[in-house]
């Protein structure tokens, strides 16, 4: 079956460094998502990417879509100890199907 | 507007014992999912329902059952609860699953912390 599979499973920055998580499919995907789970709390959409080569910031944040629709990642530039929480990736192998989740990436940061 | 509620946000229960976790959502969304989420696993698909009526298996479908009369309820009931379903249970809806047209955004409820003991 789909498996999605993301990594670093953690990561530890200092606040105002930069942090990027990957997010790998085992079968091309037609769109991905990631979504934020901060400590104690539900995750939250953050962002679609559709398009095979998609790029999308949303002010710190920059995500990408890999041309081949099986890789996507998410950079923060200058971390935060607001950022702190789970980043998701979860992708649809067709459109109309139910969304699967990589296992996320924990990030923690020190001031 | 609460949007989606799920109750009860934290169980305690014994091995044996049916549970019944329930969701509902205000937004007559068609779509609705069950997820478990436990620490080294991420979120892992249990169940979900594309209407009234209409449901299917996910990734970990066992020991579990789920039901769909009407739009905005979703329930989920561990029939005979095992330890290895201690975990955190979120309910999800979305509106549609088709894109570009739509996002296809899952909107998460709040989590049911459920123990087995």
């Known amino acids: 079956g789909q498996q999605v599979m993301q990594i670093p499973q953690y990561q530890h920055v200092q606040e105002g460094e930069d942090f990027t998580t990957y997010c790998n499919s085992s079968?091309?995907?037609?769109?991905i998502q990631w979504y934020k789970q901060r400590p104690g709390g539900h995750p939250v959409f953050l962002i679609q990417?559709?398009?095979?080569?998609e790029v999308k910031k949303q002010k710190r944040l920059t995500f990408q879509f890999g041309e081949a629709k099986k890789n996507s990642s998410l950079h923060i530039t200058a971390t935060q100890t607001t950022d702190v929480g789970t980043y998701f990736c979860?992708?649809?192998?067709?459109?109309?199907?139910?969304?699967?989740f990589g296992k996320g990436t924990t990030l923690s940061v020190s001031s | 507007d609460a949007g989606i509620t799920q109750s009860p946000r934290y169980k305690i229960t014994e091995t044996g014992r049916q549970v019944t976790l329930m969701c509902h959502q205000t937004?007559?969304?068609?779509?609705m999912f069950w997820y478990r989420q436990d620490l080294g696993h991420g979120l892992r698909l249990i169940y979900y329902?594309?209407?009234?009526?209409?449901?299917d298996k996910g990734e970990v479908p066992d020991g579990y059952v789920v039901s769909r009369s009407k739009t905005e309820n979703f329930p989920l009931t561990l029939e005979s609860a095992t330890r290895s379903q201690t975990s955190v249970y979120f309910c999800?809806?979305?509106?549609?699953?088709?894109?570009?047209?739509?996002?296809?955004?899952?909107?998460f409820g709040e989590g049911s912390r459920l123990t087995v003991l």
């Open positions: 990417l559709v398009k095979s080569g």
């Open positions: 329902s594309a209407a009234a009526d209409i449901t």
């Open positions: 999800a809806s979305t509106d549609r699953l088709i894109i570009p047209a739509n996002t296809g955004e899952l909107f």
């Open positions: 079968t091309t995907l037609s769109n």
């Open positions: 937004w007559s969304h068609s779509y």
């Open positions: 979860a992708g649809r192998a067709q459109a109309g199907t139910a969304l699967i």
